[in-house]
């Protein structure tokens, strides 16, 4: 048996959107129903290099398919400047649960990037308005990309508004996506008054404010990612219909980590989990719901899931560098 390698090109080539939405909204049911173990994402602080490492290892089982592994990443502010190397860098092993060979070792951040893109698909097909257009962008870095992308897999979007401190940033997500959507830069503002809005962003300090949304606007909150990170106003997250990923890890480090630390937030201002909207047990959005937010923190089953398709597919098209990893003469 052969372990196979998967640069960033072999997942991105081995992933088509639409099974990566798919697989992922099987993940969140899988969780929901009790048929995913999950333990908590767990940290390594490492001071001296400003930066940590996070292990998220899980195990689902869809029903069709199970799938277990574990993803190794880590956030390093510095690395760009010191280092020339990405923020976050992630691998991920994929084992096959029945024996524990590990099948594929994979690049983690390009996983990511997908699974990310497609947590948001999920929440936004069950949130948004049927007849959402209009895609606002906050945050213009790598992760923009998948959002616009997935989101575009599950609604009609045809304008999108980017906006970015970083104006080559902006220019490179236009320049990428201008031949398929009508696309502008602009402020928060003009990028909050679409029908869709993600925020991919890392501040500390609010960005978006109530007055900047309409009541039919859904928001995927995916920037927060750490204790204290906050893209949006208080008073914008508890006028909203809102929904988490996962209550854990949401009041932990999500976008709601803030206000919940403070006693801004409740309990009692959640509507739901993703999962209980995916499997039917709660209603997503109906004709009297107005403003949704999605917070999103990034769930280890949805690397698993996200490598189930990669992994697949890899087979199917013979792709891949396959290595001989475990010496099976061993027992």
């Known amino acids: 048996m052969e372990t196979l390698l998967l640069d ?82 992630g691998t991920m092993i994929y084992s096959d649960p029945t024996n524990a060979f590990p099948l594929a070792i994979m690049d983690g951040t390009a996983l990511t990037r997908l699974r990310t893109g497609a947590a948001a698909a999920v929440a936004t097909d069950h949130l948004a308005v049927e007849d959402a257009t209009s895609l606002g962008i906050v945050g213009a870095g790598v992760q923009s990309y998948t959002q616009l992308e997935a989101i575009a897999a599950v609604r009609p979007i045809e304008e999108v508004v980017i906006s970015d401190l970083d104006e080559e940033r902006v220019e490179r997500f236009v320049d990428r996506y201008s031949d398929a959507f009508e696309i502008t830069a602009g402020s928060v503002a003009d990028a909050a008054a679409c029908d869709v809005l993600s925020t991919v962003t890392p501040v500390t300090e609010p960005i978006v404010d109530r007055s900047m949304v309409s009541d039919h606007t859904h928001i995927n909150a995916i920037g927060a990612d750490a204790p204290g990170k906050h893209e949006l106003e208080d008073q914008l997250l508890t006028e ?29 201002d959640i509507h739901a989990a993703l999962g209980e909207i995916v499997v039917g047990d709660i209603t997503g959005r109906t004709a009297d719901t107005g403003l949704t937010v999605f917070d999103s923190t990034g769930l280890a089953i949805q690397d698993v899931a996200a490598a189930h398709v990669v992994y697949g597919r890899a087979q199917a098209e013979e792709n891949g560098r396959p290595v001989s990893l475990v010496d099976t003469t061993v027992r």
């Open 240 to 268: 909203s219909t809102l929904v988490i990923d996962d209550f854990e890890q949401t009041t932990h480090s999500g976008e709601i980590n803030v206000p919940w630390s403070v006693g801004a937030l409740t309990d009692e």
């Open 8 to 89: 960033h090109e072999a997942v991105e080539a081995n992933a088509p959107m639409a099974d990566v939405i798919s697989a992922v909204s099987d993940a969140f049911a899988a969780y929901e129903r009790g048929n995913a173990q999950m333990p908590a994402k767990s940290y390594i602080e490492l001071d001296r290099y400003n930066g940590d490492f996070r292990s998220m290892p899980a195990y689902l089982d869809a029903g069709e398919w199970d799938a277990a592994g574990i993803k190794w990443v880590n956030v390093h502010p510095e690395n760009a400047q010191k280092y020339d190397l990405p923020t976050v860098l």
